[in-house]
């Protein structure tokens, strides 16, 4: 017995439902980007106050040791990027920006001071999403684009290191590259599509999560922790794997 077509008038709402909420996902990231750009001076200043940089200037002791360090390992699904050859690195982070694209794409810059392990003072990852076709409530993520990370002769190893890790590691994230349609076998797809998956699910996180509340995941330093926000993570090894294989 043939299923039947589904009522006209129930094809109707389902159709309707989606462009409302494909509109509202638009103006939710529409407000985030007016927000963002309106706070930006803010943002600015709470960087330097808490990390002790201004520009390529050290003007103070930093109040908050490792501010940007601890905020990624103190929010839920970051903290999994963050393994313990990136620790050293990472505490040379003094600020995170977000530059906004068209439509839902855009970039974090990620700022460090002078530091022993690499030469970049910038580290831009941009994420990009399909534009074709209907607008949905979740746009699908297209490419990703990874800056090179410049690493000094003295930790080569190093850079070996984060390359063997792979998707579990800050700067393999940060210097990965990737767009749908680049594989050459079907393996070679569903091992990139899992990680562009993953990129664009950790870019979300630290635009929407570890950007605008580092203070809060930083609480503990100024003794307004509250059930468990802010509390400093430990290291457990059942939660993030180091294994370097």
């Known amino acids: 017995m043939a299923t039947?077509?589904?009522?006209?008038?129930?094809?109707?709402?389902?159709?309707?439902?989606?462009?409302l909420n494909a509109q509202w996902e638009h103006d939710i990231h529409e407000a985030r980007k007016v927000h963002y750009e309106h706070n930006k001076s803010f943002y600015q200043r709470r960087a330097e106050l808490a990390t002790g940089w201004t520009g390529d200037t050290q003007t103070h002791h930093p109040p908050i040791r490792d501010f940007w360090l601890t905020a990624l390992r103190n929010?839920?699904?970051?903290?999994?990027?963050?393994?313990?050859?990136?620790?050293?690195?990472?505490?040379?982070?003094?600020d995170i920006r977000v530059e906004w694209l068209?439509?839902?794409?855009?970039?974090?810059?990620?700022?460090?001071?002078p530091n022993e392990y690499f030469t970049n003072r910038?580290?831009?990852?941009?994420?990009?999403?399909?534009?074709?076709?209907?607008p949905t409530p979740n746009?699908?993520?297209?490419?990703?684009?990874?800056?090179?990370?410049?690493?000094?002769?003295?930790?080569?190893l190093q850079a070996e290191c984060h390359?063997?890790?792979?998707?579990?590691?800050?700067?393999?994230?940060?210097?990965?590259?990737l767009a749908y349609g680049d594989a050459q076998t079907s393996e070679e797809e569903s091992m990139e599509d899992a990680r562009i998956t993953e990129d664009f699910e950790m870019g979300e996180s630290i635009r929407d999560s570890v950007q605008p509340?580092?203070?809060?995941?930083?609480?503990?330093?100024?003794?307004?922790?509250?059930?468990?926000?802010?509390?400093?993570?430990?290291?457990?090894?059942?939660?993030?794997?180091y294994d370097m294989e």
Do not use: C, Q
């Not at 077509?5 to 989606?18: F, G, Q, R, T, V």
């Not at 910038?122 to 209907?134: A, P």
């Not at 746009?139 to 002769?153: F, V, Y």
């Not at 609480?219 to 939660?239: Q, T």
């Open 75 to 94: 929010e839920h699904e970051t903290r999994k990027l963050v393994t313990k050859p990136d620790l050293g690195p990472l505490k040379s982070l003094i």
């Open 102 to 113: 068209e439509g839902f794409d855009y970039v974090l810059a990620f700022y460090f001071a």
């Open 4 to 19: 039947p077509d589904p009522h006209p008038d129930l094809k109707a709402l389902y159709d309707k439902e989606n462009e």
């Open 163 to 177: 390359a063997r890790i792979g998707t579990k590691s800050f700067f393999a994230f940060v210097s990965r590259s």
């Open 139 to 156: 746009p699908s993520p297209l490419e990703m684009r990874g800056d090179r990370i410049h690493w000094k002769k003295n930790h080569i």
């Open 122 to 134: 910038v580290m831009r990852k941009e994420f990009y999403y399909d534009k074709t076709g209907e």
């Open 213 to 241: 509340y580092a203070m809060e995941l930083n609480s503990k330093a100024f003794g307004l922790e509250e059930d468990g926000v802010g509390e400093e993570v430990e290291e457990d090894d059942e939660d993030i794997d």
